[in-house]
Nanobody, 123 residues
Framework: QVQLVESGGGLVQAGGSLRLSCAAS????????MAWFRQAPGKEREFVAG????????NYADSMKGRFTVSRDNAENTVYLQMNSLKREDTAVYYC????????????????WGQGTQVTVSS
């Protein structure tokens, strides 16, 4: 069992930055690949970024490449999402998710989810 708690969301102007955190707890957290997803009103949940168990490999959705950076600190059991050059279309609830072994981009493949944190980008 793994518990995930996101934080760091908020209101930011377009072009600004935010850093999301996901604190993980439970058994063998380091065995889990971690990912960030987001869901805007009326839209499906979409993959944002993922990081391997060691933190050595990362994966991004095309629209986030160059703007977002995912990382993890296994000593602190925390995953981060640094978001720069934010756009209005980045407005969504951002979720942290965990699954064994490796990152995939399909939300239904993840076993554990946080409660989400709201990110709102204003113009």
């Amino acid at each position: 069992q793994v518990q995930l708690v996101e934080s760091g969301g908020g209101l930011v102007q377009a072009g600004g930055s935010l850093r999301l955190s996901c604190a993980a707890s439970g058994r063998a957290v380091n065995n889990y690949a971690m990912a960030w997803f987001r869901q805007a009103p009326g839209k499906e949940r979409e993959f944002v970024a993922g990081v391997s168990r060691s933190g050595g490999a990362t994966n991004y959705a095309d629209s986030m490449k160059g703007r977002f950076t995912v990382s993890r600190d296994n000593a602190e059991n925390t995953v981060y999402l640094q978001m720069n050059s934010l756009k209005r279309e980045d407005t969504a609830v951002y979720y942290c998710a965990a699954r064994l072994l490796f990152v995939v981009k399909v939300a239904t493949s993840y076993d554990y989810w946080g409660q989400g944190t709201q990110v709102t980008v204003s113009s």
